[in-house]
């Protein structure tokens, strides 16, 4: 018989092992020698402690599943409770008893973990349910619908919690994305409106700006294509690829009119200052004929000068203040002559102004008498006043007396 402090092997080739609770058989061996049975079963043992050594390992250094290491025990006590094997069996079953520790250790220490975890998921989605609320109301159509898709993404990265939570929290989430969208789909159908309506307008502009693109009519042509770049300012911009189209066929029709027209005015300037040119050559005749010595000559003269000025035609707008009034100056004098002449030789007016000096000369004379009379009299007071009334009567009987003389009488 042979044995070991775990085990023994009696006469007949029967292995025991040595438990708390006493022997127990653990098999049998007749093929050699009992150290050999010993030796065989203590094998076995050492099996079981590698087993249990890799759990344990697994346990402590993995993310092996609490549920999945307790089947893991389970399995191993098993095979210990009833191993065919000599060695501390007991010594196994209290690491197992350990291990089962150590893995519900680790359950409170996960259950934890995920708590927190949920915790935070819970206050992360409720932080992208604030942003998104708010988002919801922008107009920033852009950057909110670009960071609505993000929330998405983040939202989708962090994990469920429970289901009514969740649900709650999403549908929140799910309806300010909703309130966005469609916001901004209403925002662009009625800018795409608009927009139609400004290409609809702009149409009408372009077709009329055609129209007058071939008009002579310089000024007003012109001051209404002023007023078709205001109406055209004020439609607002029609689609991308309307707007480009229609802006190239409106400048277009002002360009064929203005240009055109800078051509005509080009000539015109030419011919205007051509004009000026003969303008002031007949001015400098006309001036000749001042001062005016012999009147029907000068009108004459005068009336053949202007009949040319006449036919030239315009001269350019800046200078023909200047032109004309040298004319002017002229034309004036020679009004002037005529109207000397007329007052010298007309004898209604040379009547009536002999008829007036006579009046004057009678006031005045009666005036001086009196004036003499008061003195003689010793009243000064009365002669003051007397002669006052007389200097401004003989200042009339002057002018009377010079517009006489101007009569030639």
Sequence with gaps: M????????DETGTVYVRTADGER???????????????????????????????????????????????????????????????DLEALTKRLDALVGLVESRREERKA???????????????????????????????????????????KGLPRLDRKTDDELWHRFSHARSVFSKRRKAHFAS?????????????????????????????????????????????????????DDLWNRFRGAQDVFFAARSEVFAERDVEQREALSAKEELAIEAEKLLPV?????????????????????????????????????VERAIQESEENEWRR????????????????????????????????????ARADKLAKELEGRQALLDQALKGLHEFGG
């Excluded at 020698?33 to 993995?62: C, H, M, Q």
């Excluded at 159509?141 to 670009?146: F, I, P, Q, V």
């Excluded at 315009?314 to 009034?325: G, L, M, N």
Aim: a neutral charge; aromatic letters at 4%; zero cysteines.
């Design 2 to 9: 042979s044995s070991d402090p775990w085990g023994r092997v």
């Design 293 to 329: 010595t012999d009147l029907k000559a000068a009108r004459a003269a005068f009336r053949a000068i202007n009949e040319r000025w006449e036919a030239i035609g315009h001269v350019p707008r800046d200078a023909r203040p200047k032109i004309e009034a040298r004319m002017h100056a």
């Design 113 to 155: 973990a995920k708590a927190k975890q949920t915790d935070e998921a819970k206050h992360s989605k409720e932080a992208l349910v604030a942003e998104a609320e708010q988002l919801a109301e922008s107009e920033q159509w852009r950057s909110a619908g670009e960071r609505l898709r993000a929330l998405v993404d983040t939202w």
């Design 25 to 87: 058989e653990v098999g049998s061996w007749q093929a050699g020698s009992p150290e050999e049975a010993l030796a065989y079963f203590e094998r076995k043992y050492e099996g079981l402690v590698v087993e249990i050594g890799l759990l344990e390992r697994r346990v402590r250094t993995t993310d092996l599943a609490p549920k999945d290491a307790l089947t893991a025990i389970d399995h191993l006590r098993v095979s210990v409770d009833g191993a065919h094997a000599v060695g």
């Design 191 to 243: 800018l795409d409106a608009q927009r139609e309506d400004a290409r609809r307008a702009k149409e009408k502009l372009v077709d009329e700006a055609v129209a007058l693109s071939k008009s002579t009519d310089w000024g007003p042509t012109a001051a209404r294509y002023r007023e078709l770049m205001t109406d055209w300012k004020a439609a607002g911009r029609a689609q991308r690829e309307s707007e």
């Design 345 to 380: 030789t007309n004898p209604e007016a040379r009547a009536r102004a002999a008829g007036l000096t006579g009046q004057l000369q009678a006031a005045v004379d009666k005036l001086v008498t009196q004036v003499e009379a008061a003195r003689s009299a010793g009243n000064t």
